[in-house]
């Protein structure tokens, strides 16, 4: 008999097929004392442990690529936390095994994620994998992963660790349902990165039994077990329907009345540009290019390397645009040669441009080897540069290319207020402006996005967020320049419209979210997306202006 159940609903799609569970492992070490000579042995097999675990967690990110290679590197460096060694180091030293130390710290810094709000409560599933990948290997035993079959299967869990879900092979796991975690957990962004049907925060769901048949609806985040042979033809055809949608909606972004968006793809490298080439991007809205300076913390990539880096992305978009972010290190992304180790609060310190600037031969030689990768190419290059904070900033970086001998359109991100607030003093000095929406709400709001407290002043629905949106097209409108958005707002198709209403000229996004905003755009003329940005920019609170805006589009 057919039974729904009701989660969060996190990356489109339909999938129908039979359960199949995630391994779970019971890694819980005794609770042994060693002698104090041990002590010093001990520390040493954690240490190890530790690194093998980061060094494999590194190695699945670099054959992952793209959205899964940052999480995959975020879990590595979580693995080594200072803070996290020096507690298990503790534990030892007072008689604990180096599994049990490392298990009991976990445990610790376990609970305070849990008890810190939504963002980092959807941080644990990836605390505890790591945990238990350097258990497992302290203890000499396999990590249990996805289920082996040969045919497709909807995935069951507690919770997925990112290091399973980013490897997931799209032919055999339709789709994938979880007990835990929500829509900002690394699984639901890798979900949607994959193109995954996924549902999460399911009571219930590593009750069902293997083998059970389900029905599983990423869009509304409904669940059916043992549906009906009605419920599926019903499933199958509302799939059907929105795959023949999106399949209809193909060429240039538009709106109804024909206003053109250009809709671009986000890349952190040359793994992602099959993916965004499939989806139909009409070029590439933000190149990272931090995965070559990553793979090795201790030097920067020669500029052979990434002349050839560069020059696979490029090739991939003749007579397209290729918008390259230059390196932005620091904060989030501490590099051992060219970040400091001291600041107390990174992400106000020195990073992105500022370090740069600090690191001129560095700049120059990624320069060079952009314009040296461009060489012969039809391609429209534009590069751009990370936290420019004002015209000094700009006009420091656009004399930076010219003296490399770049020839491309040189261009500042927005990530600061200060940027929106003088957007036209920027543009003075270069060609484009791209709005990096995650950053500039953190700086907006003085709300880290590492803390699940103020998480909620991440929404990029934000009123506040929406208005310096909107200074700083009107502001690009008014030099003749162009204002794109490359941060995760304008992977919303609902918001994607609001800010073609704001001004915004272009949209970048993960590949996966392309076909939905394309279609969503085409469904609204220019003006229905102006009096929706409009009523947006009104209310009082994001979840308020995401219901204005909803309610102008849906003619209510």
């Known amino acids: 008999m057919e039974t729904t159940l009701r989660g969060v609903g996190v990356s489109h799609g339909v999938a129908i097929g039979e359960v199949r569970h995630m391994g779970t492992a019971v890694l819980e ?76 710290a976990f445990a610790a810094y376990r609970e305070l ?14 605390l505890d994998d790591v945990r238990n990948r350097i258990v497992a290997r302290l203890l000499g035993v396999p990590m249990p992963g996805v289920p082996d079959s040969d045919h497709p299967y909807v995935l069951v869990a507690r919770d997925l660790a990112p290091a399973d879900t980013a490897l997931l092979d799209p032919s055999l796991v339709l789709g994938f349902v979880t007990e835990e975690g929500g829509p900002t957990s690394h699984s639901a962004i890798l979900a949607r990165a994959l193109g995954v049907p996924a549902v999460v925060a399911l009571p219930g769901a590593v009750e069902l039994g293997e083998g059970t048949v389900v029905a599983v609806d990423g869009s509304t985040g409904e669940v059916f077990v043992h549906p009906s042979e009605e419920r599926k033809t019903e499933l199958a055809a509302a799939a059907a329907e929105r795959r023949a949608a999106l399949a209809a909606s193909t060429g240039p972004g538009a709106t109804a009345d024909g206003h053109k968006v250009p809709l671009l793809a986000n890349v952190g490298g040359p793994a992602d540009v099959p993916a965004a080439v499939a989806a139909g991007a009409e070029g590439v809205g933000l190149f990272r290019t931090e995965f ?112 490399a001998g770049l020839r491309a359109k040189f261009g500042a991100m927005v990530e600061i207020p200060s940027a929106a607030l003088r957007a036209r003093s920027i543009l003075r000095e270069v060609e484009f402006l791209s709005l990096g929406t995650n950053d500039l709400a953190q700086y907006t709001f003085a709300a880290d996005r590492q803390v699940g407290a103020v998480s909620r002043l991440q929404d990029p629905w934000q009123p506040a967020l929406l208005d310096l949106v909107a200074l700083s ?8 320049k162009s204002c794109g958005v490359c941060g995760e707002a304008a992977s919303d198709p609902l918001l994607a419209c609001v800010l073609t209403g704001l001004g915004v ?49 849906s003619g209510e």
């Open 29 to 104: 070490p005794p609770a042994k004392q060693i002698p104090a000579q041990e002590a010093g042995r001990e520390q040493g097999r954690a240490r190890q442990a530790v690194d093998a675990v980061a060094a494999d967690l590194m190695a699945r990110g670099n054959l992952a690529g793209g959205e899964a290679q940052a999480v995959l590197e975020a879990q590595a460096m979580m693995a080594q936390d200072p803070e996290l060694m020096a507690d298990v180091d503790r534990r030892i030293a007072v008689g604990s095994t180096a599994e049990r130390a490392v298990y009991d």
């Open 113 to 126: 994620l849990a008890g810190a709000g939504e963002y980092l409560a959807c941080r644990v599933a990836d």
């Open 292 to 403: 070559l300076f990553l793979d090795d913390s201790e030097r920067a990539p020669s500029e052979e390397k990434q002349i050839a880096a560069y020059r696979q992305v490029l090739e991939a978009f003749p007579e397209g645009r290729v918008v390259v972010r230059v390196l932005d290190a620091g904060a989030d992304k501490p590099l051992a040669f060219l970040t400091p180790a001291d600041e107390p609060n990174p992400a106000l310190g020195v990073r992105g441009l500022r370090t740069l600037l600090d690191h001129p031969d560095v700049l120059r030689t990624q320069l060079t080897a952009l314009a040296k990768a461009a060489e012969g190419l039809p391609v429209h290059l534009e590069v751009m540069a990370p936290m420019v904070a004002d015209r000094a900033d700009a006009r420091a970086f656009a004399d930076a290319c010219r003296a």
């Open 473 to 480: 097209a009107e502001a690009a409108r008014a030099e003749g």
């Open 505 to 553: 000229t272009s949209l970048s996004m993960g590949a996966a979210s392309l076909p939905y905003v394309r279609a969503t755009l085409a469904k609204f003329t220019l003006a229905q997306c102006e009096r929706a940005a409009a009523a947006a920019r009104a209310a009082d609170s994001a979840e308020e202006a995401r219901g204005a805006a909803q309610g102008v589009l």
